[in-house]
């Protein structure tokens, strides 16, 4: 039969007793030495080196981001790629607990503040406060609205541009609040006003698509919060670098 040996032996590689004499080696071990031609992707120790080197380094998401974009322009990668390998050599797998002090931040900040807003106070990613809020059970439904300085920081804007776009009525005021429903209404009918690029993605995509990341979670009094933090194991908590 064609790629079994008549005088079998050792293969080098995998050492069963199906090499070939030629090459020492089976017919397994010969197919996965050839270089396969579809593959235009290839890692070598210094591009390896260099990826632990962009995570070890940057201190921030920010940075980080930096760091994989100058690696893409470096290689030409994609970066689903890059970050495949990264997560083949174990990277960018480092967590960071949640602390009683902040969980209880949390609970007094949920339902007053947009869980984007609370993220940059505690210097956390949106969606690990996201999850924060549904391990505690909190409500983090924000019947507020918006105030002109969460406005600013979320569409990423001067301190002007918030008065003047309620100046023209596109933004609606309710006890001093920008509504959740002028602010939709403003982002799908004005989108000339905004650049995309700076405005807080997360909590753009979950306003304008309900399903992108946006939950109504149920919940009770601040003081029954508190207790569910103090009964909550805060060990089990853990931030996504």
């Known amino acids: 039969m064609r790629g079994i040996p008549n005088h079998k032996v050792r293969c080098s590689k995998c050492g069963r007793f199906e090499g070939c ?10 197919i996965k030495s050839r270089p396969n ?51 083949a050599l174990g990277l960018g797998s480092r967590r960071r607990r949640w602390t009683r002090e902040e969980a209880e931040q949390l609970a007094e900040w949920a339902g007053t503040l947009s869980n984007a807003t609370i993220a940059r106070k505690l210097g956390r990613s949106y969606f690990s406060v996201k999850r924060e809020v549904c391990r505690l059970g909190l409500s983090a439904r924000v019947t507020e609205g918006y105030s002109q300085t969460e406005v600013m920081e979320l569409l990423g804007t001067s301190a002007r541009m918030p008065r003047r776009w309620i100046s023209r ?28 690029n700076r405005v807080d993605e997360a909590w753009f995509k979950g306003l304008l698509f309900p399903g992108f990341g946006r939950k109504s979670f149920e919940g009770g009094s601040r003081t029954a919060a508190r207790r569910s933090v103090a009964q909550a194991d805060l060990s089990l908590a853990t931030d996504s670098y």
């Open 21 to 30: 004499q030629k090459d020492q080696l089976c017919h397994a071990c010969r």
């Open 37 to 87: 031609p579809n593959k235009r992707f290839f890692w070598t120790p210094e591009l390896d080196h260099a990826l632990t080197r962009a995570y070890q380094e940057a201190r921030s998401r920010e940075e980080l981001t930096d760091n994989l974009d100058h690696i893409g322009r470096r290689t030409g990668f994609t970066r689903i790629v890059i970050l495949s390998r990264a997560a």
């Open 169 to 196: 009525g596109w933004l609606r005021l309710q006890d001093n609040r920008v509504t959740e429903a002028s602010m939709i209404k403003f982002l799908r009918e004005h989108p000339e006003e905004y650049s995309l």
